[in-house]
């Protein structure tokens, strides 16, 4: 159900509202079908989510399960409103970030559970990641993205 939504819903949107442009895209055919990690900058929150399912699922017609393409999101912004649930509910992988939480800067523990999400995503799939964890342009990376890396031995690939 999920799944027919995603496509119902990109297909016309990515198609007829926005005009989005992908190159360099040929190489995605020969990526091993797990343990990929696309490194993405964060210009919206979901519009790369959305073309990024539109690109591997619909223009080049993976079959739905193979890669499982999942994204990373913080929790908080993934409890916003009905449209983030589903997001959730058909790839979103969340956890709590330990500087930042609804606009504020914290200092709190690293999220051992939501860590253990994303390196799960990682081994079954496909995952599109934002390592500056945030919208704001010129944001450093965060340290624990090198660390994800390393611990799963992912092919990382950069996504602009």
Known sequence: MLAGFGVGFTVPYLAILNDIQVEGDDFLKDLPRRNVVFLANHQTYFLEA???FDLVYVRHQF???DPVLRFSAAEETMKKNL?????????GVTFRRSFREGGVDVQRPVDLDG???VEEAIH?????HF???????????RAGVSRLLHTTQAVALPLR
Do not use: I, N, Q, S
């Not at 449209?83 to 790839?91: E, N, V």
């Not at 390592?131 to 990376?141: C, E, F, V, Y």
């Open 50 to 52: 959305l073309a990024f």
């Open 63 to 65: 079959p739905l399960e």
């Open 83 to 91: 449209l983030t649930k589903l997001m959730t509910l058909a790839g």
């Open 115 to 117: 860590v253990a999400r």
């Open 124 to 128: 079954d799939g496909w995952l599109l």
């Open 131 to 141: 390592p500056a964890g945030t919208t704001k342009k010129g944001a450093p990376l």
